[in-house]
């Protein structure tokens, strides 16, 4: 894993799974987040790319198997987050071609809808 996927799984809580498949996490990124870095000095916003990346953590850490990105499908953004704030994911799977799933992400914090991403992964081990 890298860097960046070390520091995100770090700010990761409360990962559930249901009986559906249904995936559940939530995430806070202290000022000291290394994707605040650059992004933008003394207004931190977090990157689109850290909020994929946290999907990617969470399904590596409820299957212990490494998910590969293969295409980022769509990803809406429809809010910003910046430190210490936290926000939620759900996330789930489709089906897919071959050895390829669907993962259909929401992103929120409380009421409000802060993206949704969709991606096609294959996991690995």
């Known amino acids: 894993m890298s860097k ?3 520091a995100i799984k770090e700010c990761m809580y409360d990962l559930s799974c249901d009986v559906a498949g249904e995936m559940r996490a939530c995430f806070n990124f202290s000022a000291d987040f290394i994707g605040f870095k650059g ?3 003394g207004k931190p916003v977090l990157p689109g790319v850290c909020k994929i990346q946290a999907i990617l953590c969470m ?3 409820a299957t212990s198997k490494i998910p590969r990105l293969k295409e980022i499908v769509s990803a809406k953004f429809f809010a910003p987050v910046t430190c210490n ?3 939620a994911f759900t996330i789930r799977q489709a089906s897919g071609a071959s ?3 669907l993962i259909k992400a929401l992103v929120t914090n409380g009421d409000k809808k802060v993206a949704e991403i969709q991606l096609r992964v294959v996991f690995e081990g």
Do not use: K
Request: aromatic share 6%.
């Open 59 to 61: 399904l590596e850490s």
């Open 4 to 6: 960046i996927g070390r």
């Open 99 to 101: 050895e390829e799933t």
């Open 39 to 41: 992004h933008f000095p």
């Open 85 to 87: 704030e936290e926000i």
